[in-house]
């Protein structure tokens, strides 16, 4: 069946416009131009982009398993106890979801592109909101619990989300309608200035992250004598900052593809070993708060900060409220573009221009 479908041509970087290229990557490029239809197609053939795709399609459903067996194993609706850990799974099925739509999707233009990147960028951000309110509910020392800083935690944690979801969603056109409307970009865009826009990427997802592991990297690297919760879980979490820190390093290094361009373009690239790295992390990181979770429940209810509505649900729907707004904000000079379809690109190589159409 598969021999009758005629799946869609492969590019190299010349033939599609500079807004598509990847550092280092020469060949498996799809139709800038793509259809809803072939990019589903693209799915299964060999592209630069497929193993992007699979690598956080595929780990969405065993993050989804997960949720469903805690809120029917544990009845999370009773247990407000539960809560924390329901959401942070729940953005364990959201942020690899949003990435495989983003890969699939993001051929279809170079609007397209942008949207699809805004709502991975948006996704990626609420994980790190939910990792803030579960390492608020278990995973704070004895020391440094119900104090000062735990109250003050998951608010701060909250508006970092929404620093990283604008920062990040800015380092791609600038800011909407004054930096880019319609068709028009004015001031840099990744087209023009990639670098910068990657270097405001990797501060924006890299600050939330320290922030929110604070706590955690006090507990298993400074913290001595009483009050440390030095126990079992702690290999877990070694394991997991360690893998969270070579996907930091993969994303910014762009190795190893930097190191033989071309070589790596189907398999084995940066990105490839990024999702790999990250999906382990979170693997990881969920063993071990729910190892946290179920070990030091009896002294939390007695000595942590109380879980509420406010501190849990609550805090995440106002993540989910702001950052749709952001996204719309963003989002709205570029679904209000004018069509594009007569500025196709040949099969042919084609030149990207300085001032390019956003929805080319």
């Not at 003050?152 to 620093?163: D, R």
Request: charged share 10%; with cysteine; net charge positive.
């Amino acid at each position: 069946m598969l021999g009758l479908v005629k799946l869609p041509q492969v590019f190299t970087i010349n033939q599609v416009p500079k807004v598509f290229h990847e550092d280092s990557i020469h060949s498996g490029y799809r139709h800038p131009r793509s259809s809803a239809t072939d990019c589903i197609l693209s799915l299964f053939q060999l592209t630069n982009e497929t193993l992007n795709i699979w690598t956080h399609f595929l780990p969405t459903w065993y993050f989804l398993w997960e949720v469903v067996a805690v809120v029917l194993v544990q009845t999370a609706w009773h247990d407000s106890f539960i809560w924390p850990l329901v959401i942070f799974l729940t953005t364990c099925c959201i942020y690899p979801l949003a990435s495989s739509c983003a890969h699939t999707f993001s051929s279809m233009s170079a609007r397209a592109r942008h949207i699809c990147f805004f709502f991975d960028y948006a996704a990626l951000s609420f994980y790190s909101l939910g990792s803030a309110i579960v390492y608020s509910a278990y995973v704070f020392p004895d020391k440094w619990a119900n104090g000062l800083f735990h109250q003050c935690y998951v608010p701060i944690a909250v508006l970092n989300t929404v620093i990283c979801t604008g920062m990040a969603c800015y380092s791609r056109l600038g800011l909407p309608f004054l930096h880019y409307n319609h068709d028009v970009v004015q001031r840099f865009s990744e087209n023009q200035n990639p670098k910068f826009g990657k270097y405001l990427r990797v501060v924006a997802f890299a600050y939330p992250y320290f922030f929110d592991h604070i706590p955690l990297f006090y507990r298993v690297f400074m913290c001595e004598g009483e009050g440390c919760t030095d126990n079992d879980t702690n290999m877990l979490h070694i394991t997991h900052i360690t893998l969270a820190l070579l996907t930091g390093f993969l994303f910014a290094t762009h190795l190893p593809e930097r190191l033989a361009p071309g070589s790596f373009d189907y398999i084995g690239h940066s990105h490839q070993l990024f999702h790999v790295c990250g999906i382990l992390g979170t693997h990881f990181q969920m063993k071990a708060v729910k190892q946290d979770m179920v070990t030091r429940r009896p002294w939390l209810l007695a000595h942590s900060v109380p879980i509420t509505f406010s501190n849990s649900v609550g805090a995440a729907l106002l993540c989910v409220v702001v950052n749709v707004t952001i996204l719309t904000l963003f989002s709205l000079p570029l679904l209000s573009a004018p069509n594009c379809e007569g500025k196709k690109h040949d099969k042919g190589a084609k030149k990207a221009s300085s001032r390019a159409c956003v929805c080319s």
